[in-house]
């Protein structure tokens, strides 16, 4: 491991200020991620700066009826708050299906939208990675790619977002909020991840020199009729090889509006406009369900190992949206584990 420099910023100014002035500096929240591809020699930054004491936890209503949620919320927290559970249900679902017990508690709401690929190729510094090492190739294209994407590939990388929560974020139209040098912005959840095209090193269009300070909710929360469902190699503690967060709202058997986002088959939460078109003021039948999964996975091309993702990606859009029409979702226990 290489020798770095540690500091904790003060508020959320210094941390901008800290950032700006290092270009090799990463910011560290929980560290569930961080520190393990330091320890792989993966990340190598010149400072860690300690953002885990900023006073960005709370989750507030905003004036347009949605919620305001802090960068640093704990994943845990998050999922268990009266208001996500009550209002977003989906996305305390995604939550609760990600990682362990003990990985939510330290997770923040920032870090998880940061999270890098779970690619093995990424991790392993004996093999050639354009996202590690741009330029240097993509072992995956050629080699095991069971876990990889179907769907926004490129020549240069076929890696995958491996977030849960970032599935329901898409579906449920969030925003996120970001402070730099200049200033604040805000950028739709759909334009913050991006797709590795010939720059794969970058995963999101965050700057470097910028913090994500909140995530933003919209009014409409979908809490009727929603499902995050994640098919996976083990029942618990295992990324998806692919997730559906499906949400509808109904006027007796007709959908008025619907949401798509489909997880772990692109570089980021992958929705589809025309999909979700194709179940607007449509009947709640298998026939609409099936039309809008044909739509979500049209341009899908699998690899050697994971052309199967295809099928199952269409199939769990079909039963997703099956469960959450029939206001049955397939969440996790609301249990309280921590
Ligand atoms: C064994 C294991 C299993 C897991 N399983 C799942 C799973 O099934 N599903 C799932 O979704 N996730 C899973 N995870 C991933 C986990 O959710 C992430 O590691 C976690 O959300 C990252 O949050 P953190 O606060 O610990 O981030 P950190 O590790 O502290 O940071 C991650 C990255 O985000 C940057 N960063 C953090 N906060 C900010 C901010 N506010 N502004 C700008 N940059 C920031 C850091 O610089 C860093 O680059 C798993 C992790 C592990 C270790
Ligand atoms: S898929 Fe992306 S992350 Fe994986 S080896 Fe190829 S370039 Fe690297």
Redesign the pocket.
Known sequence: MNNFAYARAHDVADAVRQIAADPHA???????????LMKEDV?RPSRLID?SRLP?KTVEETAEGGLRIG??AP?SDLAYHPLIAQRYPMLASAIL????AQ??N???T???????TRCSYFYDLATPCNKREPGSGCSAIAGLNRMHAILGTSEACIATH?????VALAALDAKVH?AGPAGGRVIAFSDFHRLPENTPQRDTN?QPN????AVELPARGFAANYTYLKIRDRLS????LVSVAAALELEGDTIKEARLALGSVAHKPWRDPSAEAALRGQAVNQATFTRAADLLLRDAKGFEHNAFKIDLARRATVRALTQAAAGTPQSQSNKKIR
Do not use: H, W
């Open positions: 990463k910011f560290i929240a929980g560290g569930t991620n961080l520190i393990d990340e953002i960005l960068a640093l994943n299906a990600g990682a362990s990985l939510r330290m997770a923040s920032g870090g998880n939208l940061l999270q890098r491996p977030s849960d929560m970032c970001v965050l910028e913090i994500v300070t503690y295992a990324f998806a």
